[in-house]
């Protein structure tokens, strides 16, 4: 195999994004896929044979194959020991989302990496979704005049497994949906959520569920706008996505509205058994993929970086600080 291929190594696939980012690896024809680790063999054999890769049982010999940069797919709480693991040998990692649980374990794999300069990459694919990118260019322009207020939701199905653990997930669908949102609102305009209110559901959708499902948000950013978060795992287990990114700016001269995830066709099928759909256009986690890749070719810093991750967590976190206290908190970071 040529020697100019980046070698690229997936530790963990516990996270079912893993999936479409090894898809996407294997849409390049610049990228070997590596070797895949996960501590759970069964689920790591099975993802090595569907994506054509070597599994390793134990993540040590799988970077010590010497690799150009590694993908971290675990469950939350497991980000910071393979990230920590990572970082002395390998130059760029891409961790999914939320960056950890804790602040301090984000602080924690952030600081590894810079030791080691390892530079590090944060799973937000939405940025790469066209809507939001468009949006981005209009108000980078200007052309809404003062921006006062954004609503916005992030609605899916209820993942189950691990999702619904609290040691693992570090919490339910406010932990899973609220930094994606966040996180684009943060790069719109380079503010910074300073106060959040919010109102947390456990159970309410899933009785026993034991984590909550629904979670509404009220919240502050450091430029003065408001805005509004609907998060919850409210959609049935047929949707067809994770998500359904919406976010609506109000402005001084009009409104603007985008749907993330409006490039595709729906198509409802018994032969499939449940409603899907098909995209007809870009995709998203192609590029955060090809971002990623493009980052280690060139040697530039990560377009989306652990400081971001931490950010967002920082929100996700005060919105549970706030349902608890049942008003108002301030955000760590904010």
Request: proline share 4%; glycine share 10%.
């Amino acid at each position: 195999m040529s020697q100019s291929l980046l070698r690229i190594g997936l530790l963990s696939a516990a996270h079912g994004h893993a999936h479409s980012y090894l898809n996407s690896l294997r849409k390049r024809g610049d990228v070997e896929l590596a070797g895949i680790y996960d501590a759970d063999a069964e689920r790591g054999k099975a993802t090595a044979a569907r994506h054509d890769a070597p599994f390793f049982a134990d993540a040590g010999a799988l970077l010590a194959t010497g690799l150009d940069g590694v993908i971290v797919c675990a469950e939350n709480a497991n980000h910071r020991p393979l990230v920590e693991l990572a970082a002395p040998h390998v130059g760029a990692i891409l961790c999914e989302k939320p960056i950890a649980t804790t602040v301090a374990d984000a602080q924690a794999l952030i600081n590894a990496c810079k030791r080691h300069g390892a530079r590090l990459q944060i799973a937000f694919p939405v940025r790469f979704a066209p809507a939001i990118q468009w949006l981005k260019q209009r108000l980078d322009q200007g052309e809404l005049g003062q921006v006062y207020a954004v609503q916005t939701t992030n609605h899916g199905s209820m993942p189950g497994r691990w999702f619904v653990d609290k040691a693992l997930a570090g919490g339910g669908a406010v932990m899973d949906h609220t930094v994606h949102v966040i996180d684009l609102l943060r790069w719109f305009w380079g503010a910074e959520v300073t106060e959040v209110y919010a109102e947390v559901g456990e159970s309410l959708l899933h009785p026993g569920l034991g984590i909550d499902d629904v979670g509404l948000l009220s919240f502050t950013l450091s430029n003065g706008v408001y805005g509004a978060l609907d998060t919850s795992w409210s959609r049935p287990p047929s949707y067809p996505t994770w998500g359904d990114v919406k976010i609506e700016v109000t402005a001084e001269r009009g409104v603007f509205y985008v749907d993330a995830f409006r490039q595709r066709l729906t198509v409802s099928s018994n032969r499939a058994g449940k409603t899907l759909w098909h995209e007809w256009g870009s995709n998203m986690d192609q590029g955060l993929i090809d971002d990623f890749i493009d980052m280690i070719h060139t040697g530039r810093a990560p377009s989306i970086t652990g400081i971001d991750g931490l950010r967002a967590l920082e929100v996700a976190l005060a919105a549970y600080r706030s349902a608890v206290a049942g008003a108002p908190v301030r955000v760590d970071g904010g």
